[in-house]
């Protein structure tokens, strides 16, 4: 098998189970991609879902919890697209370190969803954590008194990462 062919069987094998968005789907979709967050993240943006509806904001879940195989399959196309590891991990983190692997991260649409988030999230410990990723919320829990933390560039700067 060549190498074209192992990364086209690789990216056809991985699906909703690995963490793949179906289309339409929310922070409240029975799905691994959202099912796998850590239960605390979950009700957050649950909570912080069913209030932004007031405002006629829906969350839409771009991306949410990884398999290890997915992230690492996102991993390889970002030095692909962006020519070295060194500038994929301002996008990607591998496998080991990232946050969707374990639950911890997830990226939300559309912009109005965004938006809202930016103005309001901290009140449900909901922070965006990347300045080049402004769909890319996490769960600070001290957050809620405190506000969010300072925000990285980009994931390289993140010393969680390193």
């Not at 996490?138 to 390289?156: F, K, Q, T, V």
Request: overall charge negative; glycine content about 6%; some cysteine.
């Amino acid at each position: 098998m060549t190498r074209s062919e192992a990364a086209t069987t690789t990216a056809t094998a991985l699906g909703e189970a690995d963490g793949a968005i179906p289309p339409g789907t929310t922070v409240f979709s029975n799905v691994p991609a959202v099912a796998n967050l850590d239960p605390r993240f979950r009700v957050a943006l649950q909570e912080a879902a069913k209030d932004a509806v007031a405002d006629g904001v829906e969350f839409r879940v771009n991306s949410g919890w990884r398999s290890p195989a997915y992230q690492n399959h996102l991993r390889r196309k970002a030095i692909a697209k962006y020519g070295s590891e060194e500038e994929a991990a301002r996008w990607v983190a591998t496998a080991d370190k990232s946050a969707h692997v374990r639950g911890q991260a997830i990226d939300l649409g559309p912009a109005a969803a965004q938006a809202w988030l930016s103005r309001h999230g901290a009140r449900y410990g909901l922070c965006q954590i990347y300045r080049n990723e402004p769909w890319h919320y996490e769960l600070r829990p001290e957050a809620i008194e405190h506000g969010c933390p300072p925000m990285y560039a980009d994931p390289s700067e993140d010393p969680r990462l390193n």
